[in-house]
């Protein structure tokens, strides 16, 4: 099976240290001092049309003032590369799978895998077909971006440590960022095809519904529908005793969180002002820099003043969250179906020929080549079919290809930018369908008050198969048949609006477009009981919701570990269950730093799950692959089990649930001995201590002091608001009135700037942890920069 890639490539800088200078600590820092971002005075003949002006407060957020869209662009994509251009090369370059000529050989099989998607390609051809005020857009920030990176003294910094040139800037490029976001968000190996494909072939089809739901207990839609769960299969429909007493199987219950992110608001008869307040949290690994870079921006587009406070992507020009005045907008992620597997019908005789609906066709053989820092190039090959890129094959030997809506052309756009301008939810909700971006949720809100819930991003029209499992589509009864259109996009409007990665709705059209992989809905839950509470809201009220670290998730499992406990193994009770009984139960019910017991009920169930699973994953690993339980939806199944006890399905290994559950606890204790960990000692905070690191400080770190943010213990977890892991969470906690941009509220971790001399390197970081509220709109200014067209004097 062609399994999931987890990759963290933001940390991969490796050999680094191989061919560091060796001049001393105080000929570097004088080096990199120069490379840092120009903060005052004026650049002159940079390109813009008119004055352009940047004002920067004491954090280093800009306040740009330009005469018109063009160059704010410029000024953008100036600032961008002046404060992050390593991190914009290693994003595009991360698209196109160019990784290597800039780091070196360790990622040139990377780059191979990222090759088969021919990302580039799809750029250019997006860009080619863009309306012409799009790629004027993108092509003035493409110049500011080379303007700002050849306005610096010196290389920044990384470049200097890596003996490399920085590559400029072309337009393509800010469309390979934008795809590589949909790449971090979509199931772009087709995993989840994969694996329910795996488990249809060895599970019956009532026992895969119930093994494998679409529905959850949990479900927090906006428009109130839920699901109805799969019961449990019967005994002779599928039986788990009769397999081997095998101890298959292992579940990582200290696995890393997977993107997603929370957005709420209330509308104007919720709010104290009457318009609407909208609050968003984008959920993604975390790194220094940030991924976001915060930007006000003032600027007259058609003759109208415009502005904008939010959050921008180093690498494109469009604004990406935040206010314009008249709207608000956030973003997380839908978790729709927008892959597809397909099962290559080859020809026996001639296994490079495959079957179509217009008969037989030869693979496409694609030869690339792969350029290496400090080596050779390398040349790769890969096969492609008309559909897509071949993945390989499954267990059963047959060829698998993929079709993703990142490598159509016609699902990437830089419509988003229509959103600057958007005057009332109406307009927005009209604009989203046209969105060519990842598949998003948009939660929108006006000053008059209206707030509206849809999705943005191309969704396929799937005809002949539901997009589950991989089916064939060599006589074109399974195919895509172009986009979904604008009225097919659900809408929710109403008083209080949440999305957390969850099932939102209960449309035809939205269920038809898969919602196998959304969030169960526990944290959905949460923060809709939240915003029940609340009535004459203002901007301070919903940012409170970002604090809740209650685990109502786990409260029935604390229940049952203290049931299990208090019946003792085989009817004893030793003392380390005593000791480990009143941890849980006085464990405070909340993700707190302190809480033994909040750690273990969720490494309780971790196992619980481990356990229950085995014969599952061992019947997979008979078909001749492994089966990730982590990525079965198995909260709902296992809990009806729990209750039910159907003896059928649970392993030969234990003569009960009541002994499995007995094991768990033990494997819990084991683990946590394992760990060199006294049971006071494992506190959340220990397990939880948050580090973000910059990409260069693991390859030397000895200077990790200089690049990386403090480690600290943070409250939090998954299944709750407050979303925190060690190296995943809230890229970005904002709230706000459009309107009322003045008492918004708006942080992130780290600082504005991604150079490690910079006094804007860590700002805001100590209020991020702390969850402090800082302002949206940046503080009065205390440098100013002029970027001055050919000629203008001051």
């Known amino acids: 099976m062609v399994g999931r890639r987890r990759h963290r490539l933001w940390f991969w800088i490796l050999g680094l240290a191989i061919g560091l200078p060796s001049a001393g600590l105080a000929v570097l820092t004088g080096v990199f001092l120069s490379s840092r971002a120009l903060l005052e005075g004026t650049v002159s003949g940079t390109g813009v049309q008119d004055r352009v002006e940047i004002d920067r407060d004491a954090m280093g957020i800009p306040t740009v003032r330009a005469g018109s869209r063009i160059d704010l662009a410029f000024a953008t994509g100036f600032l961008h590369a002046q404060d992050r251009f390593f991190q914009m090369d290693l994003l595009r370059r991360n698209a196109a799978g160019e990784l290597a000529e800039l780091l070196g ?11 088969r998607h021919r990302l580039r390609q799809t ?65 772009a190996e087709g995993s989840n095809d ?27 839609a906006l428009d109130g529908s839920t699901t109805e769960i799969a019961p449990i299969p019967s005994p002779g429909t599928i039986e788990f005793r009769t397999g081997p007493a095998t101890t298959a199987g292992t579940f990582d219950w200290e696995r890393p969180l997977m993107p997603g992110s929370n957005s709420w608001g209330v509308d104007g008869s919720v709010s104290s002002t009457g318009g ?18 915060r930007v006000s921006a003032r600027w007259t587009d058609d003759g109208q003043s415009r502005q904008f406070d939010g959050v921008t992507l180093p690498g494109a020009p469009v604004f990406i969250i935040g206010s314009n005045g008249r709207i608000a907008w956030g973003f997380t992620h839908a978790a729709l179906d927008v892959t597809d597997v397909i099962l290559v019908e080859t020809d026996p005789s001639n296994p490079r020929r495959y079957r179509t609906p217009d008969g037989w066709r030869d693979l496409e053989s694609v030869t690339e080549e792969i350029r290496i820092a400090g080596a050779p190039a390398r040349t790769i090959h890969h096969d492609r079919t008309l559909w897509g890129p071949v993945l390989g094959t499954n267990p059963l030997g047959q060829t698998l290809a993929l079709r993703w809506v990142a490598h159509e052309p016609e699902a990437l756009n830089l419509q988003l930018l229509e959103l600057e301008t958007a005057g009332s939810v109406e307009d927005a909700i009209r604009i989203a369908p046209t969105c060519g971006i990842a598949d998003l949720n948009l939660l929108v809100g006006d000053r008059e008050g209206h707030l509206a819930w849809t999705l943005v991003g191309r969704l396929p029209r799937r005809i002949g198969f539901d997009g589950q499992v991989p089916v064939s589509w060599a006589d074109g009864s ?8 604008a009225q097919e996009y659900p809408v929710v409007r109403g008083p209080r609006l949440w999305t957390a990665n969850n099932r939102m709705s209960g ?49 029935r499992w604390q229940r049952l ?69 982590d990525s079965v939806r198995w909260e709902t199944p296992l809990w009806t089990c729990l209750t039910q006890k159907p003896l059928h399905l649970l392993a030969p290994r234990f003569t009960s649930y009541e002994a499995l559950l007995a094991t768990a606890v033990e494997s819990v204790l084991a683990d946590l001995k394992a760990q060199g960990l006294t049971l006071q000692e494992a506190t959340w905070g220990q397990r939880n201590t948050v580090r973000i690191q910059h990409p260069i400080s693991r390859a030397l770190p000895r200077i990790s002091g200089w690049l990386d943010m403090t480690p600290r213990a943070l409250s939090g977890d998954d299944h709750m608001p407050k979303i925190q892991g060690v190296r995943f969470g809230p890229s970005e906690r904002m709230v706000v009135a459009p309107g009322h941009e003045e008492r918004g509220l708006l942080q992130m971790p780290g600082g504005q700037s991604g150079h490690f001399l910079s006094p804007f390197y860590r700002k805001g970081h100590l209020e991020w942890e702390d969850l402090t509220p800082t302002p949206l709109v940046p503080g ?15």
């Not at 920030?141 to 440590?161: K, Q």
């Not at 994969?194 to 927090?220: H, I, K, M, N």
């Not at 509470?533 to 301070?540: F, N, Q, V």
């Not at 009065?780 to 001051?794: F, I």
């Open 780 to 794: 009065p200014s205390e440098h100013r920069l002029v970027l001055s067209p050919q000629g203008l004097t001051r």
């Open 123 to 187: 750029a250019q051809t997006a860009l080619a077909a863009a309306p012409d005020r799009q790629r004027a857009v993108v092509q003035a920030y493409t110049e500011g971006v080379n303007a700002g990176l050849r306005s610096l003294r010196a290389r920044p910094p990384e470049y200097i440590l890596l003996n490399q040139v920085p590559r400029t800037w072309d337009p393509v490029d800010s469309l390979l960022v934008s795809l590589l976001m949909s790449e971090r968000l979509q199931d």
């Open 561 to 629: 570990l203290l049931g299990t406990l208090d019946r003792g193994p085989l009817g004893t009770h030793p003392a380390a269950w005593t000791q480990l009984r009143g941890t849980v139960e006085n464990w405070g019910g909340r993700a707190s730093t302190n809480s033994v017991g909040y750690r273990v009920v969720r490494a309780f169930r971790f196992k619980v799950g481990e356990l229950f699973f085995q014969p599952l994953v061992a019947r997979c690993q008979e078909s001749g692959s492994d089966l990730p339980i």
């Open 478 to 485: 399974c195919r895509w048949d172009g986009w979904r259109a």
């Open 194 to 220: 994969q694996r329910r494909g795996l488990l249809a072939e060895v599970l019956p089809r009532e026992a895969l519904a119930f093994l494998d739901p679409s529905a959850s207990e949990w479900e927090a």
């Open 276 to 293: 609407a307040i909208v609050a968003n949290d984008m959920h993604l690994d975390l790194g220094v820099p940030n991924i976001w870079y």
């Open 507 to 555: 449309d035809s059209n939205y269920l038809s477009a898969g919602v196998q992989q959304t969030d169960l809905g526990a944290r959905a839950t949460q923060i809709r009981e939240d915003l029940q509470r609340l009535s004459k809201a203002d901007e301070t009220d919903l940012f409170a919701l970002y604090r809740d670290d209650r685990a109502l998730f786990l409260e």
């Open 105 to 115: 050989a360790a990622l040139a099989d990377y780059d191979g895998e990222m090759r």
